[in-house]
């Protein structure tokens, strides 16, 4: 089946560091993927998204690359601040999404 | 505007109770859904619409009866709901299905008892 996983429930860095979160697919080659910030009890905000011919795409301090070979995604926020503590999620898909099932970024001061 | 307006923000029904749900967008998109989210999980897909026509429902038990009167509008009724579908029910939109990103409301909290 057609799998998107990350991995990593949860992690806690030091403000200031850069964050990076894994994002890995499996058993297809999605077209683009989508990288979606969700805090407790709100709905996802969506933060960049990536097509398959693309390398890597900045916003600001966000970065996300796209590596068809190791079949991943990898999303990177720089000077990370307690601010930037969510849940960051990875999604897939054409018509619908298909969300992983998200890691939990803690930035402590 | 760049919203997607849900309401209610919070909702507790009684198993026999019939609610709805309501959003509402004024971006122009011609693509809209309802997500479910349970504690801890992530937002799982219900229902698709495209230009105002249902296009794809994930296997939803019949007591969740979605409706698109127009293209801004999107509603979910509920009947006879069952405790375990207390969740956060999100809408979200977007330009078309397909290659674009969505734009989700903040969610209604459902809690049937």
């Known amino acids: 089946s057609q799998k998107i996983e990350q991995n990593s429930e949860a992690l806690n860095i030091q403000e200031g560091k850069t964050a990076t979160l894994t994002c890995n697919y499996t058993?297809?080659?999605?077209?683009?993927l989508q990288w979606y910030r969700q805090d407790p009890g709100r709905g996802p905000v969506f933060l960049l998204l990536i097509r398959e011919n693309e390398k890597e795409k900045r916003k600001e301090r966000l970065k996300v690359t796209f590596d068809t070979t190791l079949k991943q995604s990898l999303f990177h926020i720089t000077a990370s601040q307690p601010a930037d503590s969510a849940t960051y999620l990875c999604a897939r898909g054409y018509s619908t999404l298909t969300f992983g099932k998200g890691t939990m970024l803690l930035v402590s001061p | 505007d760049t919203e997607v307006t849900q309401t209610p923000k919070h909702l507790v029904m009684g198993m026999t109770n019939k609610k709805s749900l309501k959003c509402e967008q004024h971006?122009?998109?011609?693509?809209m859904y309802w997500y479910k989210q349970k504690a801890k999980k992530p937002p799982e897909l219900m229902f698709v619409?495209?230009?105002?026509?249902?296009?794809i429902n994930e296997s939803v038990p019949s007591r969740f009866s979605p409706e698109c009167p127009n293209s801004s509008l999107l509603n979910l009724h509920l009947h006879a709901l069952q405790p375990e579908d207390s969740a956060l029910y999100l809408c979200a939109s977007s330009q078309a299905t397909g290659g674009t990103e969505a734009f989700f409301g903040q969610g209604t909290r459902l809690t049937v008892v």
């Open positions: 619409y495209s230009y105002e026509k249902l296009s």
């Open positions: 058993n297809y080659s999605p077209a683009y």
């Open positions: 971006m122009g998109h011609r693509a």
